[in-house]
């Protein structure tokens, strides 16, 4: 997830930019919890009568985060992008050269993700969007918004679709939920593996929306970098009272009334509305980085951002162990006590990973996932560093 490249063209790292990360990874889970702790697992997030009987609570909960998380590490991993061509380009080094293996070991390890631990990875479907996206970067102004132009059309189209067959009882969740549920309550870990395996064409539908919306917050995340969002000045000031007048005065009070519309507008309250709140967020975030300074959640945003690979990763290791049954079983054994005890399982789960993330830093300059990938790539291990 780029997180160890969060430099400035002159070299200086972007703390904001891992402030931002770690929200976002943390808030990525705030969606992922929900799904973890239904006893149907991910058959109960695509389920079609999901979120039928939530309630008010459980329904301003999950719109909190629904989308708009996985939206901002999109757009991140687009300036995480831009970096690593700045710093290509002040190396003297060919682009995108060796970035194409960098982006096919992301592929691997989304897809050993997708099939030991979560039905949903986004890890190989970045690594797919980064390998197009990595050769539109050096180009033009003028064809860079003509491929983010294309792909936006793409999306709202396939948008578009998926909302009509909703409206018009076209769509089916496919698969048999009640049926598969014993894979989340009382099944193995083995059994869980071989049914990814068995429905990985079901579970990896998502990518048909993924992809074509990835590309655009890819390339939008180009344009945020290059147009000062992240700069101490004027011109950064006015570029983030923009995106969050858009994102919060726009985004968020439509996706509040989708949010309440029905199950028929899921595509447009999950991938429409989240990426322009998203914009706010991102604005929001680096606004609040540049007026605050140190704090204790501060320096675990911050950790958990550096080290957002690995904390993605194995946050989903330990939900799974918590909810399913073949781990701990707490979401069947405490079902009755949602949408409280949800709260409290992604809150136990961020400070965990804050204080593992703060804590390895501490020792290390990336965390292990991203030592491997730094390894694998250049052939070198990640340096220690000085312990205080």
């Known amino acids: 997830m780029n997180s160890h490249h969060t430099a400035t063209s002159s070299g200086q790292r972007i703390d904001a930019l891992d402030l931002a990360r770690g929200v976002a990874i943390l808030g990525t889970l705030g969606t992922n919890i929900w799904i973890f702790t239904d006893p149907r697992g991910a058959f109960g997030w695509v389920s079609t009568d999901a979120g039928a009987d939530s309630g008010i609570v459980q329904t301003i909960l999950l719109t909190l985060s629904n989308g708009k998380f996985l939206a901002l590490l999109s757009i991140l991993f687009g300036v995480g992008l831009e970096l690593q061509y700045r710093s290509a380009v002040r190396r003297g080094r060919r682009w995108p050269g060796r970035y194409l293996l960098r982006a096919m070991l992301l592929l691997f390890e989304g897809l050993v993700h997708y099939l030991l631990i979560f039905e949903f990875d986004v ?31 793409v999306h709202l189209a396939l948008v578009g679709l998926f909302t009509l067959a909703a409206h018009t009882g076209q769509l089916s969740a496919g698969g048999d939920s009640d049926g598969a549920e014993h894979l989340y309550t009382s099944a193995s870990w083995l059994d869980q593996v071989v049914a990814r395996i068995d429905l990985a064409v079901y579970f990896r539908s998502e990518l048909l929306l993924i992809v074509p919306l990835s590309t655009v917050l890819f390339l939008a995340g180009i344009e945020v970098l290059r147009a000062g969002t992240f700069e101490e000045s004027e011109r950064g000031a006015r570029v983030r009272r923009r995106m969050m007048s858009i994102g919060f005065g726009v985004g968020l009070p439509l996706n509040l009334v989708t949010a309440f519309a029905g199950p028929e507008w899921f595509f447009v309250d999950r991938y429409l509305l989240p990426p322009i709140v998203a914009f706010g967020l991102l604005a929001a975030i680096v606004e609040l980085a540049r007026r605050t300074r140190g704090g204790v959640l501060r320096r675990g945003f911050v950790a958990t951002g550096r080290a957002a690979m690995s ?35 992604w809150a ?40 205080v």
């Open 123 to 153: 890890l190989a479907g970045y690594a797919l969007v980064s390998i197009h996206v990595a050769f539109l970067v050096s180009r033009s102004d003028r064809v860079r918004r003509g491929w983010m132009a294309l792909a936006t059309s």
């Open 311 to 345: 904390c993605y990763v194995f946050q989903n290791l330990v939900c799974s162990v918590l909810c399913y049954g073949w781990g701990f079983g707490l979401a069947t054994t405490l079902v009755d006590a949602r949408p409280w005890w949800v709260v409290a399982a």
């Open 348 to 387: 136990g789960v961020s400070a965990l990973f804050m204080v593992l993330a703060t804590l390895w830093l501490r020792r290390f300059t990336r965390g292990p996932l991203e030592s491997l990938l730094h390894r694998l790539y250049t052939g070198r291990p990640s340096r220690t560093t000085e312990l």
